[in-house]
Each structure stands twice: as structure tokens, then as C-alpha cells.
């Protein structure tokens, strides 16, 4: 059956820090995948989504940047975090058309 | 533009108490409409997809329906561990999905 993983759960950074996120998907090849931020009380925005290794298709202007170095592995990276990114992280899988997506736990971000 | 919304914002329910949670969508073809359950500080899971107006689909307490302009999510009978945040998703065209803001659900014992 196939996994997903995000790490880490929980993430303190200070301003003007770096940051790098990571999911990995098990089980399954050439997934779509997904990066989300959840506000507090509200729905998910989509960030990124990438459709292949090296393909990343970006939503919303940011300070953020997503990579895909490997089939299964997708990272969301910044080179200085701003007090606005603070929020939840998800990452999600879909394969095939017309699939549902599937959703890792989740990372908390706060910026201090 | 796409669009989905969702209501109410909040519902609260005493256990046993039936009732249904709307998804109001604005797509350009309708490739999937999906439910979702999301507990707090977790993420979302994956309860339905509905493809076409007329499909139904069951689960346990759950039971969600699908017109060519919304999605109701019933639930029957609810018990305490309902108590979630219940998204719903659209995929038009496209790789991606659009989703509501969510019906809180909190159901009393």
C-alpha cells in the first residue's frame, strides 16, 4: 500500500532563516504531487504541484520554491522566511486522472 | 474561475441528531468532486469521490450525493468521533484541485 511522510511535524524558525521541508511517497510511481498551506479556520491553498522529476508548476508568487530530485521525493525550500509563512504544510500524492489526492500529516511552521 | 464554497461554517450536533453539509461549486468540467475528513493538526483524509450528478456513495454514518451545481455530505445518526473538519475538492481540468473552506463539525454526547 502506499505511504506518505512529511517531516518535520513541527518547525520554530526565525525570521530571514532558511527552510527545507520534506515528503516521500512509498509505494507507488511517477505520483503527482503537491505542496498546500492550510491557514487557521481556512482551505487549502495550493503552493507548488509537480507532475515528474524536475517538473514543478508554480501557483502563487512567494518566497518559497519547490524541487523534485527524485520520482517519489518533493521539497519545499526557502532561502529567507518571512513572518507570513508561518501556517500548515501539507504535501499530497495522486496518480492516474481523475484520482483523489492523499495527504501526509502535515508540517506546523511558525516564524518568530 | 473555479470555485467551491462550503456551509455552514460550523455545525453542532448532539449525538443522534442527523443532518447534511453542503459544497457549492462554479467549474468549467466537473472531473471530481471529493470529500474529505480533517482532524485537528492532521492531515486531510480521504472519505469519497463523486464523478458524475446522480452518483452516491456510503460509509458507515456518511453518505454523500452529488448534483451538477453541489455535493451534500449526510450524516446519519452521528456519534462524538465525528467531530471533525469536512472538506470537499473539485477537479476540473487540469492537475489540480480546488477546495472549499470547510464545514466545522462538533458533536455533543
Known amino acids: 500500500s502506499q505511504t506518505i511522510h512529511q517531516w518535520p511535524a513541527t518547525l520554530v524558525q526565525p525570521v530571514g532563516s532558511p527552510l527545507s521541508l520534506e515528503c516521500t511517497v512509498e509505494?507507488?510511481?511517477?505520483?503527482?504531487l503537491y505542496w498546500y498551506r492550510q491557514a487557521a479556520g481556512r482551505g487549502l491553498q495550493l503552493l507548488f504541484y509537480?507532475?515528474?522529476?524536475?517538473?514543478i508548476s508554480s501557483e502563487v508568487p512567494q518566497n518559497l520554491s519547490a524541487s523534485r530530485p527524485q520520482d517519489r521525493q518533493f521539497i519545499l525550500s526557502s532561502k529567507k522566511l518571512l513572518l507570513s509563512d508561518s501556517g500548515f504544510y501539507l504535501c499530497?500524492?495522486?496518480?492516474?486522472?481523475?484520482?483523489?489526492?492523499?495527504f501526509g500529516d502535515g508540517t506546523r511552521l511558525s516564524i518568530l | 474561475e473555479d470555485q467551491v464554497t462550503q456551509s455552514p461554517e460550523a455545525l453542532r450536533l448532539q449525538e443522534g441528531e442527523s443532518s447534511s453539509l453542503n459544497c457549492s461549486y462554479t467549474?468549467?468540467?466537473?472531473?471530481?468532486l471529493f470529500w474529505y475528513r480533517q482532524d485537528p493538526g492532521k492531515g486531510p483524509e480521504f472519505l469519497f469521490t463523486?464523478?458524475?450528478a446522480g452518483e452516491e456513495k456510503e460509509k458507515e454514518r456518511l453518505k454523500a450525493t452529488l448534483t451538477k451545481k453541489e455535493s451534500f455530505l449526510h450524516i446519519t445518526a452521528p456519534k462524538p468521533e465525528d467531530s471533525a473538519t469536512y472538506l470537499c475538492?473539485?477537479?476540473?481540468?487540469?492537475?489540480?484541485?480546488?477546495f472549499g473552506p470547510g464545514t466545522r463539525l462538533s458533536v455533543l454526547p
Open positions: 499530497a500524492w495522486t496518480i492516474g486522472r481523475n484520482q483523489p489526492q492523499h
Open positions: 509505494g507507488t510511481s511517477n505520483p503527482n
Open positions: 509537480s507532475v515528474g522529476i524536475g517538473q
Open positions: 467549474v468549467s468540467g466537473l472531473r471530481g
Open positions: 463523486l464523478y458524475s
Open positions: 475538492a473539485v477537479q476540473a481540468g487540469g492537475q489540480n484541485f480546488v
